[in-house]
């Protein structure tokens, strides 16, 4: 398996870095602080010893010198260090790169401590730039792409066992939910809202739990980083209730592995993926700061044949993106775009395909290849 070389730069300062299990943060500190004062809090006597002696912590970060990296690996299993993380940073002027895969405890204990004294960083699956040459579009919609699965030789044992570790260690053992096994049930069903317009009545129903039940159940997806929640635009405030968000799964073989879906996808299921895959190039490239921009929605016309699945707003600016998965696009691709276009502020209009050309249409719809695409979110230019 390839050594690929992440976008993501380390900030100067102290930081947060959040990122689902298995994305590679450790592998990406040591690169940047393998000089650095570590405490690896998977290490199972390192956690006792702090757990029982927290004062042990302040003990060793105390000798070094002002400016100094100290890593805390796996943080949210002790967010109480966060404390001494906070005089640290004042009185000694230490610098701190904090990382965890369950970020509900360490935002709760540190973000709000520390406030503007750490910025956050978030590292996704791999990248089709960190991949270079190896990525491939196939790979992505039936396996994912975090490092920790495409560097296994059977990546489908691979992701059985992401799925039980994820269960046992995010779940289990930070005690996150009171029934592990209902917790279980419910994962294989989210999945299959991925790119769906999210009703949690339904869901709750599906699951045989009660509505808030699987609030705090998707509470805990986004808060440990599997998912997000995309919210409908709405052009004006309205006194009734908003239109429900979409759900999506930030990485596709882990979502499919809930499922215990290994196989090739069908072509039924290819549409949400491809979708889904580009609502993750959106979100990284932004928190990587290589495109910018305020806010991503869906876009929830009258009619659901005139859905568009994400739109960028900039400012009083919208870009519409449109995502299909066909090969060849005809006018019936085109039409929720082309019904859109009253949209107050809209500049540009995109439909991104499985195809080889780009071209754009009389009325000003850009067609991009998937290739064509990801080159101009690379470049900045979407």
């Given amino acids: 398996m390839a050594t690929y070389t992440r976008l993501l730069n380390p900030p100067d300062s102290s930081f947060f870095l959040f990122g689902l299990l298995g994305a590679g943060k450790t592998s990406w500190a ?24 927290p004062g042990l912590f302040a003990d060793r970060i105390r000798r070094l010198p002002a400016g100094s990296w100290v890593v805390i690996d796996e943080a949210q299993r002790l967010p109480n260090l966060l404390n001494e993380v906070h005089r640290a940073i004042e009185e000694l002027g230490l610098r701190f790169a904090i990382l965890g895969s369950s970020a509900r405890k360490v935002r709760t204990a540190g973000v709000n401590l520390l ?23 196939n790979c992505q919609l039936q396996f994912g792409s975090l ?52 009703n949690v009545s339904g869901l709750a129903r599906d699951a045989g739990v009660n509505r808030s039940t699987v609030e705090g159940y998707l509470g805990i997806l986004e808060d440990t980083l599997l998912t997000y929640r995309l919210p409908a635009f709405e052009g004006k405030l309205r006194v009734k209730e908003r239109s429900h968000p979409k759900l999506y799964w930030v990485d596709n073989g882990v979502m499919r592995a809930t499922k215990r879906q290994f196989a090739p996808p069908v072509p039924e299921e290819c549409g949400a993926l491809f979708e889904g895959y ?4 959106l979100k990284a490239y932004r928190d990587l700061k290589i495109i910018l921009y305020d806010d ?13 699945d994400f739109l960028i707003r900039r400012g009083d600016s919208l870009v519409a993106i ?8 005809t006018a019936v691709h085109l039409k929720s775009l082309r019904s859109a276009n009253a949209l107050k502020g809209l500049e540009k209009r995109f439909i991104v395909y499985n195809g080889t050309y780009d071209f754009v249409t009389e009325d000003g719809i850009i067609a991009l290849s998937l290739l064509s695409f990801m080159k101009q979110l690379a470049a900045g230019e979407i």
């Fill in 115 to 137: 406030g503007g004294r750490a910025v956050s960083r978030y590292m996704y699956p791999l990248l089709p730039d960190e991949l270079g040459d190896d990525f491939d579009l």
């Fill in 30 to 53: 040591k690169g940047h602080f393998g000089d650095a004062e570590w405490f690896n809090l998977l290490s199972e006597s390192l956690y006792q010893e702090l757990l029982l002696n």
């Fill in 278 to 281: 580009i609502g993750l190039l």
């Fill in 322 to 329: 449109e995502v299909k998965y066909a090969s060849n696009l």
């Fill in 296 to 308: 991503l929605y869906y876009y929830a016309a009258t009619s659901r044949s005139s859905e568009i």
């Fill in 147 to 198: 490092p920790l699965i495409l560097a296994a030789n059977d990546r489908r044992d691979r992701l059985e066992g992401y799925v039980q570790a994820y269960l046992r260690e995010e779940i289990q053992v930070e005690a996150l939910v009171r029934n592990l096994p209902a917790f279980a049930r419910f994962l294989p069903i989210a999945a299959l809202f991925h790119g769906q317009i999210l």
